[in-house]
């Protein structure tokens, strides 16, 4: 597609369920982030995937938090148990090689996530 | 550790006023900088970005910043706001080498555009 889309919008969910959000990236980017966004804070990093390396997985939370990258591309980030604090807008942005920081991240427009 | 601040959470300027939204970073060594932009229900736009050489850069929609060693700062800039400028903006920085695609991000500062 044209942009980074992600799936749902937004999501209400009720404390200890799981959730599933999805991200397509740019087609042709082999790299892949996403963020946290909590209510008056800036973006927290979560974890980076690029090509068929190992993810770098140092910015997850918790190990309630796990996320995977399908065919390199697809990717779902999940949310098992989850909790009110993990409340959040949840963005996801991709890259055409990850190499180093010169590159630009291209965002998607978030997934809202609600847990009541 | 690393850390990026962005002192105003909130400023508000009227339409063709001059616009300035600060940043300063905590870090080892000069690292990769850049602005974003967030427009309501949208996901960030990259404004423009400082990896070496001239220290004013050029960006999108009209916007410049000037990294400023000495003061370990940022700033962003436009000489006339428009009204869709209101958006919330992003400072970020990267470290350079390993790992640089990990960027912090500062909290945030958010624009509003009066008529």
Redesign the interface.
């Known amino acids: 597609g044209a942009?980074?889309s992600q799936s749902p919008s937004n999501k209400v969910t009720e404390k200890g369920k799981d959730v599933e959000l999805r991200c397509d990236p740019i087609s042709g980017h082999t790299?892949l982030?996403w963020?946290r966004q909590s209510l008056?804070?800036?973006?927290?990093?979560l974890i980076?995937f690029?090509g068929n390396s190992a993810p770098?997985k140092?910015?997850l939370p918790s190990d309630r938090f796990s996320a995977e990258r399908t065919g390199g591309s697809v990717s779902t980030l999940t949310i098992q148990r989850t909790q009110q604090e993990d409340s959040a807008v949840y963005?996801c942005?991709s890259?055409f090689l990850?190499l180093?920081?010169?590159?630009?991240?291209?965002?998607?427009?978030?997934t809202r996530l609600l847990v009541l | 550790a690393q850390s990026?601040t962005q002192p105003d959470i909130h400023i508000t300027v009227s339409e063709g006023a001059s616009l300035e939204l600060r940043c300063n970073y905590s870090y080892g060594a000069t690292?990769?900088l850049?602005w974003?932009v967030q427009s309501p229900?949208?996901?960030?736009?990259?404004l423009l970005?400082y990896?070496s050489g001239d220290t004013l850069v050029q960006g999108i929609k009209g916007f410049e910043a000037e990294f400023k060693r000495s003061q370990s700062s940022f700033n962003l800039r436009k000489p006339s706001v428009h009204w869709s400028d209101a958006a919330e903006y992003?400072c970020?920085v990267?470290?350079?080498?390993a790992?640089?695609?990990?960027?912090?991000?500062?909290?945030?500062t958010k624009l509003s555009v009066i008529p």
């Not at chain 2, 640089?100 to 909290?107: A, C, E, M, P």
């Open positions: 942009g980074v790299a982030y963020y008056g804070q800036g973006l927290e990093f980076y690029q770098d140092s910015g963005l942005a890259s990850g180093a920081g010169t590159e630009t991240q291209y965002f998607g427009p978030g | 990026v690292p990769y850049f974003y229900g949208q996901g960030l736009q990259l970005k990896f992003f970020a990267g470290p350079r080498g790992g640089s695609y990990q960027l912090t991000f500062g909290k945030g």
